[in-house]
């Protein structure tokens, strides 16, 4: 016989049994592939739990003075009159800017719904912010930023920022708001 045919033969041996051992173990699944599996699912932990939600507080109604009644008496009698209190100012409630936003804020919040914008926007007025809302058009319609600040200088506008993030879990972005 010729040499290259041995060496030919003998290639040919070796590549099939390689393939012999090794293919099995390639292509071999698991031992128990039609056995059925059982799956324990625990029993529900026997605990009491209840979600704490941050709810904002509800935004207090200005004192008003209640009518008296005269009496059905015929005769006078002296009516106590209440003292007129000075009504305390509104709070100042988030309007969609018509002035000009020129300056530096921070935009905690933009949203699609105007309900939601002025919900943020009253919650952090309660908090002491001045807040602005700001009616941008999109894609899809309109969104409403909440921004905060005075719009004076940039570095306090990142101090507002970082106390916004501490405060109230906010992540705000600091924008320069041509106008």
Known sequence: MDQSLKHRLTGAIILVSVAVIFIPVILEGPDNEWAPLSHSIPEAPQMDFKAHLDVPAPIPAPDKPVAVQKPAEPEKTAVPVPESKPEPEPAKQAQPATESLSGWYVQVGSFSQELNA??????????????????????????????????????????????????????????????
């Open 118 to 179: 002025s919900g943020l926007g009253k919650r952090l007025e309660l908090s002491g912010y001045e807040t602005r809302l700001q009616k941008a058009t999109t894609k899809t319609g309109y969104a409403w930023r909440v921004m905060v600040g005075t719009g004076k200088t940039r570095g306090a506008a990142e101090k507002l920022r970082d106390r916004l993030a501490k405060d109230h879990q906010l992540k705000g972005i600091v924008i320069n708001n041509p106008g």
